[in-house]
């Protein structure tokens, strides 16, 4: 989400830092993933640091391209929309990985029949302190849960504490669920779900309880103490630029 502000009266549009977004009261808060980014990496990290080596900027760049363009598809398809592979000249869109994960998503949808409960709600609170986009609440079998979506090579803890906070935003606002979800769209699997698994070919729905993820909540609430006392006097950068351009003749 681009965070912006236009003063037509002046003719200026003013960027504000990603990291950061608007309260209700004009306030600026971090992102729940900016937070997390004081939380310890794991050991898969450091091993994923080692292989790649100078390449890790612009792998975890072209990552977190992918996740946003998935997240792009999904919520496209959730919104009845024609998702296609091609563009108008025949020419595809996407590169494979990118289209197998959306399909992936599609045979959750066909097999697990969620009800969509909310999607890309974002959310940010000056008594919590931070703000977070809720991916989707879907009812499923029953039960209503804040489902993150990943596209990640690898799980990590660091999702389970997202979606903590995320549950405490919604709470502020009076809304329950009955547990987490991630909804894996690079898993490892290679069957339907057995034995009570939710998951297909590539894709897997990771659950927690309510009761199971308020230790989460736990740990986010001491990465959130630390990120605080890194970045005491931090505050979101702001770009201006002028609204409209226009060149003159001659």
């Known amino acids: 989400m681009q965070n912006f502000n236009i003063d037509i009266n002046k003719g200026r549009i003013e960027f504000v830092d990603n990291r950061f ?3 209700e009261n004009g306030n600026y808060v971090p992102s729940v993933t900016t937070i997390l980014d004081a ?3 794991d050991a898969a990290f450091f091993k994923w640091l080692k292989d790649v080596g100078q390449d890790a900027d612009s792998i975890r760049d072209e990552a977190g391209r992918r996740g946003s363009l998935v997240h792009e598809l999904t919520e496209q398809y959730d919104q ?3 998702v ?3 563009n108008q000249f025949g020419k595809p869109k996407y590169k494979m990985l990118e289209w197998a994960m959306f399909e992936r998503y599609v045979d959750f949808c066909n097999t697990q029949s969620p009800k969509m409960r909310m999607m890309e709600m974002h959310f940010s609170s000056d008594v919590l302190g931070f703000a977070g986009t809720v991916d989707r609440v ?3 079998n029953g039960k209503e849960y804040l489902v993150d979506i990943k596209t990640s090579n690898n ?4 999702y389970w504490l997202q979606l903590a906070a995320y549950n405490e935003l919604l709470k502020e606002y009076d809304y329950h669920v009955d547990g987490v979800a991630i909804l894996w769209l690079n898993a490892k699997t290679r069957t339907a779900g057995k034995g009570g698994a939710i998951q297909g070919i590539g894709w897997q729905l990771l659950t927690k309880t309510i009761e199971e993820s308020a230790q989460d909540w736990k740990t986010f609430c001491t990465t959130f103490d630390l990120w605080k006392s890194i970045n005491m006097d931090i505050k979101p950068k702001r770009t201006s630029y002028q609204l409209t351009y226009q060149k003159n003749e001659g």
């Open 155 to 158: 799980m990590h803890n660091s």
């Open 80 to 82: 009845h929309q024609e």
């Open 21 to 23: 977004y608007a309260t």
């Open 138 to 140: 879907l009812e499923i």
């Open 39 to 41: 939380y310890p990496k």
């Open 84 to 86: 296609t592979f091609v």
